[in-house]
T-cell receptor
Framework: GAVVSQHPSRVICKSGTSVKIECRSL??????MFWYRQFPKKSLMLMATSNEGSKATYEQGVEKDKFLINHASLTLSTLTVTSAHPEDSSFYIC???????????FGSGTRLTVV | DAKTTQPPSMDCAEGRAANLPCNHS???????VYWYRQIHSQGPQYIIH???NNETNEMASLIITEDRKSSTLILPHATLRDTAVYYC?????????????FGKGTLLTVNP
C-alpha cells in the first residue's frame, strides 16, 4: 500500500515554457503532499506543502508564482514550473503519507532539463 | 525539527552488517527518528522509524540510545543493492502533515 506515482519521469523543455509535473497517490487519499527539489550531489530541499482544497504553503525563498501547486483532489497534486529557465533544471520529487500512519512514500522523481 | 549529524560516507563489505550512526542531541520529546535512503536518481525510500524503543522490521533495525541523543541504523546483511545515501531525520509525531528536513546523509557503499 501507499504508492505514490509521479509523472513524467523525465522532461526536456525550452526556456520560457511551462512544465507540469503530476503526483498521484494510487491507493490512498492524501490531504497533504510535499514537493522537493534536488540538485546534483545535493540533498533534497523542501519547496512547498500542498494541501487539498487550499493554497499551498511555500518554504522561504521559493517563488510561489513560479512554482504553481494545485491540489484539487485527494489523490492528485501538480507542480507547474512556469517560464522555466536553465537554472530550474533539477530533480523534482513529491511525497505523501497515510493519515494516521508513519513515514512518507516518495514518488520516483522528475528530471527536468530546461534548454 | 532537530538537526541531525551523520558521517558523510561509510563502506561495508557485502554480507556484513552495516551500522550507520546518527547524532540528534537536540531532539525534542515528541520527535521521532526516521530513516530513509535514496538510491541514485530515485525518490527516497522509507526504512524505519522509532521514538525511544528499539525497532526492527524486514529491512533494518533501529537502536536509539536511552537519552535519545543518538541512534544507529543496522542493515544486518548488506547487499550491493543497499548502496545508497541514508538519511536520518528527527521530525514530529505521526500523521501525514509534518515536514521532513533532509540533511546531507551518509553515502553507504557496499563493496563485493
Amino acid at each position: 500500500g501507499a504508492v505514490v506515482s509521479q509523472h513524467p519521469s523525465r522532461v526536456i523543455c525550452k526556456s520560457g515554457t511551462s512544465v507540469k509535473i503530476e503526483c498521484r497517490s494510487l491507493d490512498f487519499q492524501a490531504t497533504t503532499m510535499f514537493w522537493y527539489r534536488q540538485f546534483p550531489k545535493k540533498s533534497l530541499m523542501l519547496m512547498a506543502t500542498s494541501n487539498e482544497g487550499s493554497k499551498a504553503t511555500y518554504e522561504q525563498g521559493v517563488e510561489k508564482d513560479k512554482f504553481l501547486i494545485n491540489h484539487a483532489s485527494l489523490t492528485l497534486s501538480t507542480l507547474t514550473v512556469t517560464s522555466a529557465h536553465p537554472e530550474d533544471s533539477s530533480f523534482y520529487i513529491c511525497s505523501a503519507g497515510l493519515q494516521g500512519g508513519y513515514g512518507y512514500t516518495f514518488g520516483s522523481g522528475t528530471r527536468l532539463t530546461v534548454v | 525539527d532537530a538537526k541531525t549529524t551523520q558521517p558523510p560516507s561509510m563502506d561495508c563489505a557485502e554480507g556484513r552488517a552495516a551500522n550507520l550512526p546518527c547524532n540528534h542531541s537536540t531532539i525534542s520529546g515528541n520527535e521521532y527518528v526516521y530513516w530513509y535512503r535514496q538510491i541514485h536518481s530515485q525518490g527516497p525510500q522509507y526504512i524505519i522509524h522509532g521514538l525511544k524503543n528499539n525497532e526492527t522490521n524486514e529491512m533494518a533495525s533501529l537502536i536509539i540510545t536511552e537519552d535519545r541523543k543518538s541512534s544507529t541504523l543496522i542493515l544486518p546483511h548488506a547487499t550491493l543493492r543497499d548502496t545508497a545515501v541514508y538519511y536520518c531525520i528527527a521530525a514530529g509525531g505521526g500523521g501525514s502533515n509534518y515536514k521532513l528536513t533532509f540533511g546531507k546523509g551518509t553515502l553507504l557503499t557496499v563493496n563485493p
